[in-house]
């Protein structure tokens, strides 16, 4: 099971900036290295991640094989109004990730 | 002339046996490898939703009240809530276990009580599971200073000396020649630490992944070209035990994180 963490400020002032700080638990296997019996591991990476803020796309990124294990990605947005703040990471495998946050816009 | 070039032998010899065991670093002057450490990566350290050793601590906390073995018992079910019970039990081991007649570090305690209390088959080291609970129970001393009880282990930790001043391998080196005589000094780009084990288990980005100390300790080995100790070994806990000795005073990081 991924685990993802979020740090998103509870509340902020509108139009305020915000820093939005996600962690994910992923091996971000390359797919170039090889076992100790000599096999290729096979490529197992998050691919996709988005962030949704009351489902308008604000962030999104493509990653790659030569990404470190347990992605942390940190951006960060005007805070318009109060809401909801969705976040996607999808990869190899089916991989698939969900986590929400919500932030108070005063 | 002989007798001066013997005197003067006799003081080198002197002066290198003080260097080699008198060197060990005055506690006014011990710090953890973190003051080394980039603004960036004491960053992912400080912030618990920025440090990845933060999911092997919330893995671990399920396995605490996950009930296992044939006892069918939690760790929870003898020791409670381990916010309380496990407060500063991480900085002050390993510790001599009277039944073993032996220290045993962190790690063996965790797989004492899961072979003698629960009934289960001992967790392999450096298993998820392992890190997991080992980091689990050492991050409920974060902040609290190193403190071992030595009294009843002199013999293990003098094993433990012995083995940081000896010199092995093929590149014939020293734990001391690196951690005490030339720690803040770099190493290939990279800054030499004291070596004080004060986070472990901790998230290395080099491994991209938790760690124990053993392993460190099995890294180091290979470093100098010495054939590393096996997981478990009574020298590695030796080592582990002397180290921690040697850091007292020092706060408990867990999970910490280093380059």
């Known amino acids: 099971m991924a685990r993802a963490l979020i740090n998103v400020p509870a509340k902020a002032k509108r139009g305020e900036v915000v820093a939005i700080k996600t962690l994910i638990s992923h091996v971000m296997e390359s797919g170039f290295r090889y076992s100790n019996t000599g096999q290729l591991i096979p490529r197992n990476i998050i691919t996709w991640f988005q962030c949704t803020y009351n489902g308008e796309e604000i962030f999104s990124a493509e990653l790659h094989a030569a990404m470190a294990a347990n992605p942390f990605i940190t951006f960060h947005t005007v805070a318009t109004e109060s809401g909801k703040l969705e976040f996607t990471w999808t990869g190899d495998n089916g991989f698939s990730a969900t986590e929400s946050a919500t932030i108070t816009v005063e | ?259």
């Not at chain 2, 290198?16 to 080394?36: V, W």
């Not at chain 2, 403190?147 to 590149?171: K, N, T, W």
């Not at chain 2, 004291?194 to 890294?219: A, D, I, K, V």
Request: charged share 25%.
């Open chain 2, 1 to 259: 002339m002989i007798w001066r070039a013997l005197l003067l032998l006799g003081a080198v010899l002197a002066g290198a046996a003080s260097s080699a065991f008198g060197a060990e670093i005055p506690s006014g002057e011990r710090r953890s490898a973190y003051d080394l450490m980039s603004r960036e990566t004491k960053a992912m350290q400080d912030d618990d939703t920025a440090n990845p050793g933060t999911f092997s601590v919330l893995d671990g906390e399920a396995l605490w009240s996950a009930k296992a073995g044939t006892a069918d018992k939690a760790c929870a079910d003898c020791h409670g809530d381990a916010r309380a019970s496990m407060k500063g039990v991480a900085a002050r081991y390993p510790a001599f276990d009277p039944a073993h007649r032996r220290p045993l570090d962190l790690e063996q305690r965790i797989n004492v009580c899961r072979t003698e209390q629960q009934k289960a088959p001992a967790l392999a080291h450096e298993s998820k599971e392992l890190l997991a609970l080992t980091a689990y129970v050492a991050r409920q001393s974060r902040g609290i200073p190193i403190s071992i009880a030595a009294d009843r282990m002199v013999e293990f930790l003098d094993a433990g000396r012995s083995l940081f001043y000896r010199r092995q391998g093929q590149l014939n080196l020293a734990c001391s020649q690196c951690h005490d005589d030339n720690w803040g000094k770099s190493l290939a780009g990279n800054a030499i630490p004291q070596g004080h084990p004060t986070g472990y288990p901790l998230y290395r980005l080099e491994w991209q992944t938790l760690g124990s100390l053993q392993r460190r300790l099995r890294n180091c080995m290979t470093g100098m070209r010495a054939e590393p100790y096996a997981y478990g070994a009574p020298e590695n806990v030796a080592l582990e035990l002397y180290l921690m000795w040697r850091a007292r005073g020092l706060a408990m990081e867990t999970p910490a994180v280093r380059p």
